[in-house]
């Protein structure tokens, strides 16, 4: 049989003697001696564990179920003092008794170790190895889980029960098996067991849960407040809750300090990358670069072939042309013969037409004159016979009444005899006469008011456009007043300091940079305003200078882009305007001074902006070369000049020019030209008092101005209102005459409707009527005749109207024609005196052409030997290729690009290992820069989740506090104690105060140090069960609790433990003690296990009884 065969029998034999129970005597049969029989039959294999509660296990039912989590079966082998132990716990109630030493800590432990916890969760070793029996290389342990309820864990895998292995090797190794209830191995990973244990809120880790001897001294010894408060901070598990949230504060912390330096890295990180950036880009167009050099070398070429091509076409073109202007110069004298007798023709011939002309203008001038006196006149006749109408109807309409009133009389006196009903007939006509004829005279007043409105709203209008008009020309000249009242207040400012001459708010600026770069904040000391460092040569240039740097003037210049950024800041904080803040300029600091030649206009002649100035900084002097290319810019003495310099140059560098006072021009193509607008310097002063009172004198001009513009805008509001008044006067009269109008609609309706018999005939008072009758119709006569008169004299002052208008169309028309013969009889004047010069002229340019005809030939023949080389060396590198580029810039081009390839190439390096640096470069600061700000996203939750986590946990200590001390209360109240605990969480202090009996009432209550020893363990039991209530652990191991108590306080102690226990089935109870406990009897949840005892003891007692046998 091998060795492993025989071992397993060994295993399996010691299996079966632990079942059998301890009291029982065995009288089989067995292979040992008769004393090892008696000794082996009460004490098998030291390891027997003997249930005492079998037999007393009877009794009433209760309901209460127990909850999954707790331990069913506990296995040991080879474990501190136990070679194998095995037995089943009751799921409530369990009592381990036995001897010290014989090893019923061991249990505690070995559940501690099996469940996942540390050798320092037991009290007793450094380490788990130090648990294996002495002589053996590993021990292993065995704890079957209960996994039924609501709260199971994964019941599906693991099934009703959960078993838990653990080996620990001598060497310090260690394993753990999950097995289900089939003994089937599901997880050997100890994050699969934490999961159980957390699910099953099992707590090996808290000593109140797992109460062993060390603490259990110290529980019943200490008299410590702190201590006493710890141990409800531990029980509670709020003491690992704190420990969790002061780890989570500090890594927090340490996670923002070490983030607040990873943003102190990112500017330089970000530098770097835009140092390898910028070496990326150039290292990517050397390859291009190349490539375009191989192209303009072909075109470059084909470029000389071209411009030799154009060069012998240009001077065919110059032959042809001197050709052609002998042929025209002899055409044009030719011309100017036959013009100079044709103009001394048309000379006299216009000379007779202006005489005529101003004949007829004299004339035309005297028939205005009488035409203006005729129609003064028809206007005048035209309104008197108005007036007279007016008279006419005034008096026929006073007869009228008078006739209605005596028709109206002899109605009444008639009226109680016959009825007059042709005096009634007449009365309606003579009302409905007067009506019609009041509404005609309404409907013509009316007529006349709209016509005097519209003339009215006429003015007006053009009365408002005038007073808009000067407005804006008032606010005009109030701005320049105030512009210049700033440039005098600015002026007298740089009486002390110049830099008051770029604004107010420069010195201000200039100092708060000045400082920031003390600090250290700018890398390089930013230059501005430009205007302070430069200065005309000569005062006759100041003005075209100044033109031409313009804004540049009050612009700064930075050496890097942060200092771009901070001095934006300043500026903003004293320039509140955007359009109002000087200009910013990047460049490099470190820049040599810029070679002006390659840009110099090749007219030396005449001076460039850049070397007539005074500059006293390169960094400035490049700027401006850079940004307004002065060493370009040429300075004019006047416009005369500019045709022979500008326009007639074929230099491409000559395409700019300023002159004295300060007008801009531009060369080919565009031939531009802007007037200045200043007319002195605003920055270049030399004499600033002379300069203020040329301001002041303007101000006053201004002044003056303004009070002439503020007179016609007063006379143009008095026309308006006037205008407007007598509007409203029109407006009102219209109103009362169409009500007028209405009332004698609605009472001719009425008289119209009036229905009259046949008339009567009664004659009374006819006479005196049909006197007035005929009175009225005389003036009805009169007045026809007035008014025909009146449209006589209305034609009469239509024509003149129109005949004085007709007469002074014709004398502009005959004035528009003396200025236009003027005009001619000037020019040919003018013609005639130069065609004697032309002619002169003319025959000089013929003969100076003939030997410029001659070179041509000659320089001709020269171009075309060069164009047949050029063409034979551009064959041999590439076909034709037209181009409109210049030999000369080609050539430029392609030394600027050998250039850039040769600096590039050994600037940077490979290109490679370039583009590969910079594409690492790139990403690494991308995910550093979105790593920081997930992180900060991050701590800021988790600083917020923080507070409001110790905000709960506040709340949740006093509510564990309350809780714990209110059943301290009942369980004390039980023996008719009185007491409290007095937690202190500022402090960390419990007091436990007790006052052990009512006749002791009214006295002060005592801390546990003045008890006796029996109050004290009743006292300290239930501050013990307190903690429980508080624990949600479904295990709690208590090992010898009792150990210093007397029997009667052991027994006190151990009925309210029971009974506490039994008043509360929701868990599993083991209690470790070494002492007996027979007056405790088991039932149905109390169960009594009792260890074998100790080797030492077996061996006492088998010396005793041979002893007495022998």
């Not at 390839?901 to 590969?916: D, V």
């Not at 500022?986 to 005592?1006: A, C």
């Amino acid at each position: 049989m091998s060795k492993r065969k025989a071992q397993k029998d060994d295993d399996d034999r010691l299996s079966s003697q632990s079942t059998q129970v301890l009291n029982e005597h065995n009288t089989k049969s067995s292979p040992l001696s008769p004393k090892k029989k008696r000794i082996t039959s009460q004490f098998p294999d030291l390891s027997q564990l003997n249930d005492l509660s079998i037999s007393s296990s009877k009794g009433g039912e209760r309901s209460a179920l127990p909850r999954c989590g707790i331990i069913e079966k506990v296995y040991l082998k080879n474990f501190k003092c136990h070679n194998l132990l095995s037995f089943d716990l009751h799921q409530y109630i369990n009592f381990i008794l036995g001897r010290n030493g014989s090893g019923k800590s061991a249990v505690m432990d070995a559940i501690i170790l099996c469940l996942g916890g540390k050798s320092a969760n037991t009290g007793r070793q450094a380490s788990a190895k130090t648990f294996i029996k002495t002589n053996c290389d590993k021990a292993e342990l065995s704890v079957t889980i209960k996994n039924e309820g609501e709260d199971a864990y994964k019941q599906d895998v693991y099934g009703s029960k959960i078993i838990v292995e653990r080996r620990i090797g001598r060497d310090g190794s260690s394993q753990y098996k999950l097995m289900n209830e089939h003994h089937k191995l599901i997880s050997n990973k100890k994050s699969e067991l934490d999961n159980i244990v957390e699910q099953f809120n099992i707590q090996v880790e808290n000593p109140v849960c797992f109460l062993n001897q060390e603490t259990s001294k110290h529980f019943l010894n200490s008299s410590n407040k702190s201590d006493k408060y710890k141990l409800f901070m531990k029980a509670s598990q709020l003491e690992s809750m704190r420990l969790l949230q002061e780890q989570i504060e500090n890594e927090r912390l340490l996670s923002k300090n070490l983030i607040e330096e990873k943003e102190s890295y990112l500017p330089k990180l970000k530098d770097d990358l835009y140092h390898w950036e910028e070496k990326y880009k150039k290292c990517q167009s050397v390859e291009k670069l190349r490539h375009k050099l191989g192209v303009l070398m072909q075109e470059y070429s084909w470029a000389c072939v071209i411009n030799t091509e154009k060069n012998c076409e240009k001077i065919l073109n110059e032959k042809k042309k001197l050709d052609k202007m002998n042929e025209k110069y002899q055409e044009k004298l030719t011309e100017l013969e036959y013009n100079h007798s044709n103009s001394a023709q048309e000379f006299d011939k216009i000379k007779k037409e202006i005489n005529e002309l101003t004949q007829k203008a004299s004339d035309s001038n005297k028939i205005q004159d009488e035409c203006n006196a005729r129609f003064k006149q028809a206007n005048q006749n035209y309104k008197q016979v108005a007036v007279e109408i007016k008279k006419l109807n005034a008096i026929m309409e006073k007869k009228r009444r008078d006739q209605n009133e005596i028709r109206k009389k002899l109605d009444e006196d008639k009226q109680s005899s016959t009825k007059d009903y042709e005096s009634e007939r007449m009365n309606k006509e003579a009302k409905m006469d007067e009506i019609k004829k009041r509404l005609g005279e309404i409907n013509g007043v009316e007529k006349f008011k709209l016509e005097e409105n519209k003339r009215f709203y006429g003015e007006m209008e053009r009365n408002n456009r005038l007073l808009t008009d000067k407005k804006n020309e008032l606010e005009g000249t109030e701005r320049l007043i105030r512009n210049l009242n700033k440039d005098i207040e600015s002026l007298k400012n740089a009486r002390n300091d110049q830099i008051y001459k770029f604004g107010d708010y420069m010195p201000g600026l200039v100092g708060d940079i000045k400082q920031n770069y003390e600090r250290g904040n700018f890398k390089e000391m930013p230059r501005g305003p430009i205007g302070m460092y430069v200065q005309p040569k000569s005062g006759e240039w100041s003005l075209a200078i100044e033109a031409c740097l313009g804004g540049l003037m009050s612009a700064f210049v930075c050496g890097s882009y942060e200092d771009e950024r901070l001095l934006q800041q300043l500026i903003a904080k004293r320039v509140a305007q955007v359009r109002s803040r000087p200009r910013i300029i990047v460049t490099d600091f470190k820049a040599q001074l810029h070679d002006s030649n390659r840009f110099r206009p090749s007219d030396r002649n005449y001076p460039t902006v850049l070397e007539m100035l005074n500059i006293k900084d390169t960094i400035i002097a490049n700027t401006l070369m850079d940004q307004r290319r002065i060493e370009s810019i040429l300075l004019l003495p006047d416009r005369n000049v500019v045709r022979d310099v500008i326009e007639r140059t074929n230099d491409h560098n000559t395409n700019e020019a300023y002159t004295t006072n300060g007008d801009q021009f531009y060369g080919k193509p565009s031939f531009k030209m802007y007037a200045n607008q200043s007319k002195v310097p605003k920055i270049f002063i030399k004499d600033s008092e002379r300069a203020i009172q040329a301001k002041q004198a303007e101000i006053e001009k201004l002044t003056q101005s303004i009070q002439g513009l503020r007179t016609d805008m007063t006379g143009l509001t008095q026309q308006i209102d006037a205008n407007k008044q007598l509007k409203t006067q029109n407006d009102r009269q219209l109103d009362h005459m169409r009500r007028e109008h209405l009332q004698l609609t609605n009472k001719l309706k009425e008289v119209e409707s009036i229905n009259i018999p046949e008339p009567v005939d009664i004659k009374v008072f006819e006479d005196e009527i049909e006197q007035l009758e005929n009175e009225i119709n005389d003036l009805k006569e009169q007045i026809e005749k007035v008014e025909k008169n009146s449209r006589e004299k209305k034609v009469e002052y239509e024509t003149a109207r129109k005949e004085m208008e007709t007469n002074e169309v014709e004398s502009n028309r005959i004035s528009e024609q003396i200025d236009q013969l003027r005009e001619k009889y000037s020019q040919y004047e003018k013609d005639k005196n130069g065609h004697k010069d032309a002619v002169n002229y003319y025959k000089k340019l013929i003969n100076d052409n003939e030997p410029k005809l001659k070179e041509i030939d000659a320089k001709h023949q020269t171009e075309m030997n060069e164009l047949e080389k050029f063409t034979n060396a551009a064959l041999d590198l590439a076909p034709r290729i037209e181009t409109k580029k210049s030999p000369k810039s080609l050539d430029e081009e392609i030394q600027n690009i050998e250039k850039q390839i040769e600096a590039t190439q050994k600037l940077h390096g490979n290109e490679e290992e370039i583009a590969k640096k910079y594409i690492e470069m790139r990403a690494r600061y991308k995910k550093i820069t979105d790593d920081i700000k997930k992180q900060n996203k991050f701590l800021d939750n988790l600083e917020k989740a923080l507070r409001k986590r110790e905000d709960a946990m506040a709340l949740f200590t006093e509510s564990k506090a309350l809780r714990c001390a209110m059943d301290f209360q009942n369980y004390l109240n039980s023996r008719e104690y009185h007491g409290s605990l007095k937690f202190d969480h500022q402090e960390q202090k419990l007091d436990i105060i007790v006052n052990p009996s009512k006749l002791r009432e009214g006295k002060e209550s005592k801390d546990l140090k003045s008890l006796s020893g029996g109050e004290r363990s009743f006292s300290t039991v239930s501050f013990l069960l307190a903690l429980w209530s508080i624990v949600e652990c479904p295990i709690l191991f208590l090992d010898e609790f009792d150990v210093f108590m007397d029997q009667i306080n052991r027994t006190m102690a151990m009925d309210l433990i029971l009974s506490a226990a039994k008043d509360k089935l929701n868990g599993q109870y083991v209690f470790l003690t070494p002492q007996e406990m027979g007056a405790i009897n088991p039932d149905q949840y109390v169960k009594m296990f009792k260890m074998p005892d100790p080797k030492r003891a077996i061996d006492m007692v088998s010396t005793n009884q041979e002893n007495e046998e022998n």
